[in-house]
T-cell receptor
Framework: KQEVTQIPAALSVPEGENLVLNCSFT??????LQWFRQDPGKGLTSLLLIQSSQREQTSGRLNASLDKSSGRSTLYIAASQPGDSATYLCACNSGGSNYKLTFGKGTLLTVNP | DGGITQSPKYLFRKEGQNVTLSCEQN?????MYWYRQDPGQGLRLIYYSQIVNDFQKGDIAEGYSVSREKKESFPLTVTSAQKNPTAFYLC?????????????FGPGTRLLVL
């Protein structure tokens, strides 16, 4: 059974700092991996999706990497801003054609002005 | 305006009562999902449906039921058999597009027990 772990559980940084969020998974036979953002009391917004054949994806100040062999993914946020404050969730799709996602518990990020 | 809508935003359930959470999407997606989120926990899959008139149990289906009579709609019923229903419920959908599926989420429904 796939298990997804996110470290740290919470992170507080000053504005402008570069930061890395970590995600690890136990079963390397994943179809793809997704990073989501969740604001308090809201639904999830997809940030980046990395297919199993890819090593990284970039969108603006965000860069996500994937190392299947070691069961790890990182989300790098450059030049953090207070508006980046949210919970970041990592999810693995291990189901192939049935699109099931297994989520980590998330990292609560606070960027202080 | 394309997207996923969930209603109501807040729902109160009395003991022994069944309640139904609505999820509608106009993205023309084949697959739809229901997740439950508890404080400090990740999302857990309750039920999912890959096509109309078909659905499968997820990891925590006990005490819940669903139907998929229309492509756009995937309502979730929380039955009286679910003893701890207080949680944030999220509905999602995805398209079948050569495996590059991103799941799109609705705004969620918070269920509280009176």
């Amino acid at each position: 059974k796939q298990e997804v772990t996110q470290i740290p559980a919470a992170l507080s940084v000053p504005e402008g700092e570069n930061l890395v969020l970590n995600c690890s998974f136990t079963d390397s036979a994943i179809y793809n991996l997704q990073w989501f953002r969740q604001d308090p009391g809201k639904g999830l917004t997809s940030l980046l999706l990395i297919q199993s054949s890819q090593r990284e994806q970039t969108s603006g100040r965000l860069n996500a990497s994937l190392d299947k062999s070691s069961g790890r993914s990182t989300l790098y946020i450059a030049a953090s801003q207070p508006g980046d404050s949210a919970t970041y969730l990592c999810a693995c799709n291990s189901g192939g054609s049935n699109y099931k996602l297994t989520f980590g518990k998330g990292t609560l990020l606070t960027v202080n002005p | 305006d394309g997207g996923i809508t969930q209603s109501p935003k807040y729902l109160f359930r009395k003991e022994g009562q069944n309640v139904t959470l609505s999820c509608e999407q106009n993205l023309n997606h084949d697959a739809m999902y229901w997740y439950r989120q508890d404080p400090g926990q990740g999302l857990r899959l309750i039920y999912y449906s890959q096509i109309v008139n078909d659905f499968q149990k997820g990891d925590i289906a006990e005490g819940y039921s669903v139907s998929r009579e229309k492509k756009e709609s995937f309502p979730l019923t929380v039955t009286s058999a679910q003893k701890n229903p207080t949680a944030f419920y999220l509905c999602a959908s995805s398209a079948k597009s050569q495996g590059r599926e991103t799941q799109y989420f609705g705004p969620g429904t918070r269920l509280l027990v009176l």
